[in-house]
């Protein structure tokens, strides 16, 4: 039992750091967000030629799956630097989907391209009224056409805008509730019948909702078995939540970072803010949360691709609500604690907080993991 | 990065579960689990029983006579030992004046003190706090002037865990009042024997008889019992506590508690059902368990940081933080889960072999008096807010 790194880790986590840094500053990244797509083709391409889209992607296609450690040490630097383009939902969601559903000839066909960045993909899956809940699925894809006619509608579809290929769960029978009936397809951008309604979201990523009427899809844009697709969408979920909390961790320390350098700079009654005590305590709370995050981002991180599916929901359930509520007590006390400042678009602590909020908020949120929590401990 | 045990650590989980399958005796081990009153003379004969065994000193070095168990052997010895129910060793002997003796003391005071440590049959006790000096400590009073080859003593002591029984007693004293407090302070070692040493109980919140009030009347203590150097006690006090904090997360206990917890929360019935299964009890059960993992792989990376040589730092004081915020919510938890039969209080019912008239389930009778007990935990050793000025301090550098 250890939690070291190894030599090529640690670089590639101090590789990931100085690029971002160098790059994706706070003025740099302000201009992204500010651009018409709301994110940036050219570091995209960039985290393609470091090989950090290529994390998730097995070895036969031109990737190094499975990179746990590397994984979470990216999704730390990632998170310290807000980047905002699709790296969670293509790199990690869209991939593993891919990866555990796609025939041969299907992964041949999309995952080298992702793992260069040439190619985006995109899960399509929560809805409304669905909440957080993985198995509630309305949209419905039935046998016609060439191959499958879908129709439905996909609520807050992240980094949709950005996606070649969005990766629609539909309904082939079921109940609305079920885990079996539940099939995924590969839909590409501007296939007739796809509308997205775009919009950015609150963290300054970008998202849509996703309407399908009546969109015909060839019979092998099925990706694995037809009504057989939630272990894999539940597996990549879980994925997703480990990544999503490295990521946090990252979020969490540049803001626990930023505030306590902010409190030992601005001065009232002739002395530091950080001399007081009450924010002093208030920081050693912050300090904590961050640590307790840390530690539970390590443990989803290696029980993400755990066999054991019990055990890998409840530990990375268990994750997500450490993390969560980290997230929600380390953004709302780092913006009290810069006072007014806090509230500006100036400065990065309010940009952590949009990030940390909508973090809690991605992939379920607190009160739905405790609740899978609470489920898969009985 | 790795975060599961190797096969040799699994391989000495199963040695320690085997021993403690054969000689934890069935009666300690229920009061234990139970909760009930655990008497001095199972702490003696557990530690006892573990020094036959050449366990005696599970953090200790073998030139010491310890097992010479790395950090990680001993988180799992003490995760087993609670798990177990076994008394809780002494940590004064053990964990508090051992190592300073080790590292501090003369090869007279390692022969004549630490054997008796081990074998059980020195009980110690730990002379820190007086009724002016608590979180500030620095500021103690009790008085040490050399006359020849004595140190004469005078002051007062107070809440002196287990006192009543001890052999020893570990001082901080002032020796110079003249300069900074911190360096006018020795580490004295005295006979609860010497004439002028007087013990008064304090009866606690929950009735019971824990800790003391030491006095110090003319008490001739003999120069040879001075640990290290003169005025240095400090230094030494401080490198006590960091031993002190490093096993204060309390993750093996705890998740003994946090078991205990779930047996009487599906006993329980609320509307008809058993409160395990009540959505408000189960999710504030679910967050102290979430709480507890957390913890638990903190408390790893620490012992992990610590494998590497580097000695207990500041991370102890969120252990110390966490830990304890968790053994009084659970204690918490206990007690409410058992509704209106927390309130019967029979101090008897507390000790084993209780015979009187059964009120309420068995299981109700110690939980409040444990929650009320319980509320020290985060005011000793070093209370909460200090811990927490310690980590602004040496870890956010403000």
Redesign the interface.
């Known amino acids: ?5 190894t030599e090529e ?1 640690r670089a590639l986590g101090e590789m990931v750091q100085r690029f971002l840094s160098k790059e994706y500053a706070f003025d740099a990244r302000r201009k992204i967000l500010r651009s018409p797509d709301g994110w940036s083709r050219e570091i995209w391409t960039k985290l393609g030629e470091m090989g950090l889209l290529a994390l998730q992607v097995p070895e036969e296609h031109g990737g190094m799956a499975p990179a746990t ?1 590397e994984t ?1 040490v990216t999704l730390g630097a990632m998170g310290r630097a807000l980047v905002v383009e699709p790296y969670l939902s293509s790199a990690i969601l869209g991939t593993a989907i891919v990866r555990a559903l796609g025939s041969p000839a299907q992964r041949e066909a999309i995952l080298p391209a992702m793992a260069t960045g040439e190619r985006i993909a995109v899960p399509a899956h929560g809805e409304a009224g669905a909440r957080f809940d993985l198995s509630r699925v309305a949209t419905t894809a039935r046998k016609g056409g060439a191959g499958f006619v879908l129709d439905g509608r996909k609520a807050v579809v992240l980094h949709a805008p950005a996606a070649d290929l969005l990766l629609v769960t539909a309904r082939t029978s079921g109940a609305e509730d079920a885990e079996a009936g539940l099939s995924v397809f590969a839909v590409p951008a501007g296939t007739r019948g796809l509308t997205l309604v775009p919009y950015p979201t609150i963290d300054g990523m970008r998202g849509a909702d996703v309407v399908l009427a009546s969109v015909e899809v060839p019979a092998d844009a099925l990706l694995g078995p037809e009504g057989g697709a939630f272990p894999a969408l539940s597996a990549a979920q879980d994925l997703g939540v480990a990544a999503l909390c490295a990521e946090a961790v990252g979020v969490l320390q540049a803001t626990l970072d930023a505030t ?1 350098e902010y ?2 700079t601005r001065k009232q009654f002739g002395v530091p803010i ?2 007081f ?1 009450a924010l ?2 208030r ?3 912050m ?2 949360n961050v ?3 840390r ?2 981002s ?2 989803a991180a ?1 029980h993400a691709a755990s066999e054991d599916v019990r055990e890998r929901r409840r ?1 990375v359930s ?1 994750a997500k ?2 993390v969560g509520q980290a997230c929600r007590y380390v953004g709302q006390q780092a913006v009290q604690l810069h006072g007014g400042m806090g509230v500006t678009d100036e400065l990065s602590v309010s940009h952590c907080f949009k990030r940390l909020m909508a973090i809690e908020l991605t992939l379920g949120d607190t009160e739905h993991h ?2 899978r ?2 489920r898969e ?1 009985k | 990065m790795d975060l599961s045990f190797t096969p040799e650590e699994q391989q000495f989980r199963d040695e320690v579960r085997a021993f403690l399958d054969q000689n934890l005796p069935p009666a300690m081990r229920h009061k234990v689990l139970e909760g009930l009153h655990v008497p001095p003379e199972d702490t003696v004969e557990w530690q006892r029983i573990l020094f036959r065994k050449g366990w005696g000193g599970p953090n200790w070095p073998t030139a010491f006579g310890g097992t010479g168990w790395d950090p990680v052997r001993q988180f799992i010895f003490e995760e087993e030992c609670a798990a177990a129910g076994t008394p809780r060793l002494l940590p004064f002997g053990l964990k508090m004046v051992g190592p300073v003796i080790q590292r501090f003391g003369n090869a007279a005071q390692h022969a004549r003190f630490l054997p008796r440590i081990l074998s059980g049959e020195d009980w110690w006790c730990q002379g820190y706090s007086e009724p002016e000096s608590g979180s500030d400590l620095a500021s103690l009073r009790t008085l040490a002037v050399r006359e020849g080859d004595h140190y004469v003593v005078n002051g007062q002591k107070t809440w002196i865990t287990l006192a009543q029984h001890a052999d020893w007693i570990f001082c901080l004293v002032r020796t110079d009042r003249t300069g900074k407090a911190q360096a006018g302070i020795s580490f004295l070692l005295i006979d609860m024997k010497t004439p002028g040493v007087t013990v008064r109980p304090i009866v606690m919140l929950d009735g019971g008889h824990e800790v003391n009030e030491v006095w110090f009347e003319d008490v001739k203590v003999p120069v040879e019992n001075l640990v290290g150097e003169e005025n240095k006690g400090w230094t030494y006090a401080k490198f006590l506590l960091g031993h002190e904090r490093a096993n204060i997360a309390g993750i093996g206990g705890s998740k003994r508690e946090l078991a205990r917890l779930k047996r009487i929360a599906s006993e329980e019935r609320k509307h008809g059902r058993p409160l395990a299964e009540d959505p408000l009890f189960a999710a504030r059960l679910a967050q102290v368990e979430i709480d507890l993992l957390a913890l638990e792989i903190t408390n790893l990376r620490v012992l992990s940081a610590e494998a590497e040589k580097r000695a207990p730092g500041p991370e102890a004081s969120l252990l110390k933080i966490k830990g304890t915020e968790i053994q009084q919510a659970l204690s918490e938890l206990m007690f409410q889960a058992v509704g209106p039969y927390a309130l019967p209080f029979r101090i008897e019912a507390l000790s084993d072999g209780f015979a009187g008239p059964a009120v309420g389930p068995e299981y109700a009778a110690p939980l409040a008096a444990t929650y009320c007990n319980m509320r020290k935990a985060s005011i000793y050793g070093g209370s909460n807010e200090i811990q927490k000025n310690i980590i602004t301090q040496m870890i956010l550098g403000l």
Request: glycine share 0%.
């Open positions: 039992m250890h939690f070291q790194l880790q450690v979470l306590t409190t030992r950080a001399r005590q002093q305590h920081m050693a709370d300090l904590m640590e307790q995050a530690s539970m390590y443990l290696m530990t268990a609500v450490i405790l609740e929590f609470i401990s």
